[in-house]
């Protein structure tokens, strides 16, 4: 079963607004997540992380939600730039393990 | 919803050996499947994308004589990392794409390989 969930494969959005990426879990053991970013033909590239215990990471554009009691987290850009257009995975992984869990991707559009 | 199973999880093995992954669509059949390879600050690099029934394509760098791969079928794909050594010690994760959604990938949990 698919332990994360991106539920919009797709996701478009006006240049200079804000591009909200949502991501759900049913695993409570998660305590780490991340999230890449991939064009095509290319690998998922990392762009931010969360730990368990905090509920917000900000890295200049990019920010990450993290709300633990409803295992859903959102990856915030803003504002959207045209080259942020590519496809979104949202990752979780829990201390000890050796595996990487993926969501299916979003497909994120920014529109000029 | 859609599985992808990776085979071991976990593999230590002597300098020279050579070891098989397998990677394995559960519910779904996997036109397209993906290699990639985990490097340090956590992006995966494609290795090689690979179709049922036809070569594997391999990116700009990465040695088909040394990673093969073989997808056999529509729910298998292998990848046998020959004459290891220790460099090649990485987590390989392999994804698989059905025949609907050209964007959605099914990510395998990854095979963490250790070469002594």
């Known amino acids: 079963d698919q332990q994360v969930k991106q539920n919009s494969p797709s996701l478009s959005v006006q240049e200079g607004r804000i591009s909200i990426l949502n991501c759900d879990y049913t695993?409570?053991?998660?305590?780490?997540f991340l999230w890449y970013k991939k064009y095509p033909a290319e690998g998922p590239t990392f762009l931010i992380s969360i730990s368990s215990i905090k509920d917000k990471n900000e890295d200049g554009r990019f920010t990450v939600f993290l709300n633990k009691s409803a295992k859903h987290l959102s990856l915030h850009i803003v504002p959207s730039q045209p080259g942020d257009s590519a496809v979104y995975f949202c990752a979780a992984i829990y201390t000890g393990a050796n595996n990487l869990f993926f969501g299916t991707g979003t497909r994120l559009t920014v529109i000029p | 919803g859609a599985v992808v199973s990776q085979h071991p999880s976990w593999v230590i093995c002597k300098s020279g050996t050579s070891v098989k992954i397998e990677c394995r669509s559960l519910d779904f059949q996997a036109t397209t499947m993906f290699w990639y390879r985990q490097f340090p600050k956590q992006s995966l690099m494609l290795m090689a994308t690979s179709n049922e029934g036809s070569k594997a394509t391999y990116e700009q760098g990465v040695e088909k004589d040394k990673f093969l791969i073989n997808h056999a079928s529509l729910t298998l794909s292998t990848l046998t990392v020959t004459s290891a050594h220790p460099e090649d010690s990485s987590f390989y994760i392999c994804?698989?794409?059905?025949?609907?959604?050209?964007?959605?990938?099914?990510f395998g949990p990854g095979t963490r390989l250790t070469v002594l």
């Open positions: 994804s698989a794409r059905g025949g609907s959604g050209a964007d959605t990938q099914y």
């Open positions: 695993n409570s053991m998660f305590d780490y």
